[in-house]
């Protein structure tokens, strides 16, 4: 049996992580963007590709250790590494921004963010009017704010930032670039039913508007995304992450997160998928 670590150490091991990301810069890219992104399939492949290895490194490092104690966040990471690599190979489609990963994420708690002609909105009547009205506030858990703002600035980069434009790339026509990158992004949440699959697609489609609106500046989208995670998502993070039980279930035995996300989409309505 292996040795508990201790609250001390995984706070020690995520601030030491945090430090070795924050040697990112942007390199003089010597891989074409879209394999870049890819080779990051492999945290910090990427970023060495491009011709930085300290920033690989520290990629790398970061997390391998964020596996170790706090693997959901280290998930996330893995996701926004992929995104950072495409970024710093300069790729043609678009015009990037070289805001660093804590910039990011200090986005996330930046409320001028939800100043957006798309994301306010979407925001407003996907996120914070079925998440209140479904929940009656009982999931509003200030901490969980914590938690959902790692899953923003990871599914938007590596969707938004990284899959959307280099599919457009890849099949020349922007349109086919959002649908490709929206249907994977169905697709991986496997937590939910097929028909509540396609409503997390459309919800990617309408990001992906969002991204190409400012331009690949991702923190208005990142904005949007993280906190109707906080609005829709039970107690913690969603079933996925906790066990079911009366806080992540319906009487009909569904998931809740599935119910309030099919409804929001529909503003609300009382539309069973």
């Known amino acids: 049996m292996g040795r508990k670590v201790t609250d001390r150490q995984k706070r020690i091991s995520l601030i030491t992580a945090c430090l070795m990301v924050a040697s990112s810069n942007t390199a003089n890219a010597k891989t074409p963007a879209g394999l870049a992104g890819v080779l990051s399939i ?9 011709g930085d290895f300290l920033e690989g490194l520290g990629w790398f490092a970061s997390t391998v250790v964020l596996y170790k104690v706090q693997p959901y966040v280290a998930f996330d990471l893995h996701m926004y590494n992929m995104y950072d690599a495409y970024r710093d190979a300069k790729p043609s489609n678009g015009r990037y921004t070289n805001y660093s990963l804590f910039e990011n994420y200090i986005g996330v ?4 963010n939800a100043l957006d002609l798309v994301g306010g909105p979407l925001l407003t009547f996907y996120g914070v009017v079925p998440g209140l009205a479904y929940y009656k506030g009982q999931n509003l858990y200030p901490l969980k704010a914590i938690s959902t703002s790692f899953i923003g600035p990871a599914e ?35 937590q939910y039913d097929p028909k509540n699959q396609m409503v997390v697609g459309l919800y990617g489609l309408v990001q992906c508007v969002i991204a190409d609106l400012n331009k690949y500046d991702l923190r208005k989208g990142m904005f949007s995304h993280s906190w109707t995670d906080f609005f829709l998502l039970p107690k913690g993070v969603g ?3 906790n066990a079911p039980s009366s806080e992540t279930l319906n ?9 309030v996300i099919a409804r929001g989409i529909t503003f609300g309505w009382r539309i069973k998928f």
């Open 42 to 50: 492999v945290p910090g492949l990427g970023q060495v590709s491009n």
């Open 109 to 112: 708690f930046n409320p001028l």
């Open 156 to 190: 938007e980069g590596l969707f938004r930032g990284f899959l959307f434009p280099a599919f457009s790339s890849a099949v020349s026509s922007k349109l086919g670039g959002a649908l490709i990158s929206s249907i994977l992004f169905g697709l991986v949440h496997t």
């Open 239 to 241: 079933p996925l992450e």
């Open 251 to 259: 009487q009909d035995g569904t998931a809740k997160s599935q119910s």
